[in-house]
């Protein structure tokens, strides 16, 4: 199974910018889709992005859409978010997750399509 640690998080004012990373251990990472989703309180987790093994496709969630890319380094096995233009609605505990179906050729969309996830990296956008 493959471990996950993300870091990155912090707080940030709005229109800012910020890059969470999902460093993996385990498992053969570049036939691992990787995923982000969010949490905020009170709320259900939410989808965010997801990126293929070869990092040829990607999915990107339409509330995030034209603000938020995701991107890896297999050499370095991890996984990045590029969040810009960062509003309040987005502050929420961002989790990484690894998916190992379909030796990692297709992007997934559910949390159930994960099989590790990481332990979150809080992400504040206030003023």
């Known amino acids: 199974q493959v471990q996950l640690v993300e870091s990155g998080g912090g707080l940030v004012q709005p229109g800012g910018s910020l890059r969470v990373s999902c460093a993996a251990s385990?498992?053969?990472?570049?036939?691992?889709?990787m995923g982000w989703f969010r949490q905020a309180p009170g709320k259900e987790r939410e989808y965010v992005a997801s990126?293929?093994?070869?990092?040829?496709?990607?999915n990107i969630a339409d509330s995030v859409k034209g603000r938020f890319t995701i991107s890896r380094d297999n050499a370095q096995n991890t996984a990045y978010l590029q969040m810009n233009r960062l509003e309040i609605e987005d502050t929420a505990r961002y989790y990484c997750?690894?998916?190992?179906?379909?030796?990692?050729?297709?992007?997934?969309?559910?949390?159930?399509?994960?099989?590790?996830w990481g332990q979150g990296t809080q992400v504040t956008v206030s003023s």
């Open positions: 997750a690894a998916s190992q179906l379909f030796g990692g050729q297709l992007t997934q969309r559910t949390p159930e399509k994960y099989d590790s």
């Open positions: 385990g498992g053969t990472f570049r036939a691992t889709t």
């Open positions: 990126i293929t093994g070869s990092g040829r496709v990607t």
